[in-house]
């Protein structure tokens, strides 16, 4: 299944979305391109479906690198998405 294909209107409803974007580049032995690396920008996908779908919760999980990178201008970003 590749998410950046997927047409949001063939995933089916849900109230819950749990998902995980790579971490590759938000550790602290990565990279640290955070969301603009090609692997982080895999959030911006969840957020498409998020926002078609409009779940009631949503859990995300990754490194806590995401928490502390760019002076949590990263985590910022996430929760305002």
């Known amino acids: 299944f590749d ?3 997927a047409d949001a209107e063939r995933i089916p409803a849900h109230d819950v979305l749990t998902a995980g974007f790579p971490c590759q580049d938000f550790t602290t032995i990565g990279s640290q391109t955070g969301l603009a690396g090609s692997r982080g920008a895999l ?3 969840i957020v ?3 926002r078609h779908h409009r779940p009631a919760l949503l859990l995300l999980e990754n ?8 002076s949590g201008k990263q985590l910022q970003h996430v929760v305002d998405a």
């Open 3 to 5: 998410v950046t294909r």
């Open 43 to 45: 959030f911006y996908e």
């Open 48 to 50: 498409r479906i998020v």
């Open 63 to 70: 490194v806590r690198g995401l928490l502390t990178m760019d």
